[in-house]
T-cell receptor, first 113, second 114 residues
Framework: EADIYQTPRYLVIGTGKKITLECSQT?????MYWYQQDPGMELHLIHY???????EKGDLSSESTVSRIRTEHFPLTLESARPSHTSQYLC????????????FGPGTRLTVT | KNQVEQSPQSLIILEGKNCTLQ??????????LRWYKQDTGRGPVSLTI?????NTKSNGRYTATLDADTKQSSLHITASQLSDSASYIC?????????????FGRGTQLTVWP
């Protein structure tokens, strides 16, 4: 079992609310990632980070933002949630190197009503 | 365009039976290919990882094969168990960027019936 945690696991929230999805890892990994996954669909990379104070946008355009102030913490924020943001959000981390392993958290299932 | 295609989309088998899942990819330049298992409502967990020079890798009842020439991989599950019910995702990594971008298939949803 990987040491990467996400909270909350499930969140139902109304349109227009600000939300923050938490992700923490205790493996000391420099690289961290946020993916979005809809049912039956592939994972899409929305944000990643090479280390502290490094954040980049991924392949899939997202209205969310991320921050990386500490190595172990990579929160994702939606300033104003909309029904189109309803999805599963998965956080992952990895070491440096060629054949690195990405370890995934359990995910946050977000529903915006 | 880098893509990963998996088949079948879904599969139902009886407990104790074997099955094989397929993955075709067009990712280039190729770095490695991994199979992940994703239980419902959970994050993916790695089963196997294979580089260009490897053509088979086993992890218990899971055996993955790779043909880098035809860009095909398969995941064979022997003596299936109820706990094998999950989505199996083929993931290909390229070595064209410092990030080592991962390309995900949509997964094969496997259901094992008693």
């Amino acid at each position: 079992e990987a040491d990467i945690y996400q909270t909350p696991r499930y969140l139902v929230i109304g349109t227009g609310k600000k939300i923050t999805l938490e992700c923490s890892q205790t493996m000391g990994h420099d690289k961290m990632y946020w993916y979005q996954q809809d049912p039956g669909m592939e994972l899409h990379l929305i944000h990643y980070s090479y280390g502290v104070n490094s954040t980049e946008k991924g392949d899939l355009s997202s209205e969310s933002t991320v921050s990386r102030i500490r190595t172990e913490h990579f929160p994702l924020t939606l300033e104003s949630a909309r029904p189109s943001h309803t999805s599963q959000y998965l956080c992952a981390s990895s070491e440096e190197g060629g054949d690195y392993e990405q370890y995934f958290g359990p995910g946050t299932r977000l529903t915006v009503t | 365009k880098n893509q990963v295609e998996q088949s079948p989309q879904s599969l139902i088998i009886l407990e104790g039976k074997n099955c094989t899942l397929q993955c075709n990819y067009t990712v280039s330049p190729f770095s490695n290919l991994r199979w992940y298992k994703q239980d419902t409502g959970r994050g993916p967990v790695s089963l196997t990882i294979m580089t260009f020079s490897e053509n088979t890798k086993s992890n218990g009842r899971y055996t993955a094969t790779l043909d880098a020439d035809t860009k095909q991989s398969s995941l064979h599950i022997t003596a299936s168990q109820l706990s094998d019910s999950a989505s199996y995702i083929c993931v290909v990594s390229d070595r064209g960027s410092t990030l080592g971008r991962l390309y995900f298939g949509r997964g094969t949803q496997l259901t094992v019936w008693p």
